[in-house]
């Protein structure tokens, strides 16, 4: 088992948090052709609003439809094929926010209905996000775990989901800390497999991360 008191190359991993207060963009799609045209000018903010934040409990979609997009196709445009493809979107590493936009594209192009009018319209929300520090800042793998089992899932969320598919660093936050100060290799690639665009109930993720964190560190 790890020496789980260790602190490793010293190098401590200060908590932060995030949330993301809707703006409306003034764009809205009444039809498939329309919702292509909208994700394809508005910006990358918006995207992730509606892919992943509904990961979130205050954005809450069905469990079978993990975004917005894919909720609004079969509710409101009763596409029910293209619901269930754009529904399946990745959002794993290395995906960036605009690699997810080129593959919604793709995906809504391959339509033949694109000018089927919807039930209601598809209005696109973007946000500016309002960051904060915790309290919070570990440096042996003790305090990590238990850090990830308390700080709020918007912290959790923060360092693993949108820092990375946002670009502001090339891989989440808790991968990079582990190999760069422990060199815990395997176990920063087996967290860096977690999709996060497979969940709708945010204790789902904090669990699963744990679970992976345990079966390495406790083994």
Known sequence: MMNLDSQGK??????????YPPLYTKVK??????????????DKNSIFYH?????????VVPEDLPNDF??????????????????????????????????????????????????YPFVFISFIPVVYPLDVEVRTLAEFMDAIAKVPVRSLFYHFVYKRVM???????FTTWLEENFGLIDLGEKLAKIDP???????????????????????
């Not at 009444?30 to 508005?42: A, F």
């Not at 992943?52 to 409990?57: K, T």
């Not at 670009?167 to 936050?173: E, M, Q, T």
């Not at 665009?197 to 992976?212: M, S, V």
Request: aromatic share 8%; proline share 3%.
């Open 197 to 219: 665009q497979t969940y709708t109930e945010e204790e789902d993720f904090r669990q699963d991360l744990l679970k992976i964190l345990e079966g390495e560190l406790l083994k």
């Open 167 to 173: 670009g502001l660093s090339k891989r989440n936050d």
């Open 70 to 119: 894919a909720f609004w196709l079969r509710e409101s445009l009763h596409d029910e094929y293209l619901a269930e493809v754009v529904a399946d979107i990745k959002g794993g590493e290395p995906l960036t926010i605009e690699d997810i936009r080129k593959e919604l594209l793709e995906l809504l192009n391959t339509s033949t209905h694109l000018d089927k009018t919807a039930d």
């Open 10 to 19: 010293s190098i401590p991993f200060k908590f932060y948090a995030a949330y």
């Open 29 to 42: 799609a009444n039809s498939l052709s329309e919702l292509i045209k909208g994700i394809s000018t508005v």
């Open 51 to 59: 892919v992943f934040h509904p990961m979130l409990s205050s954005h």
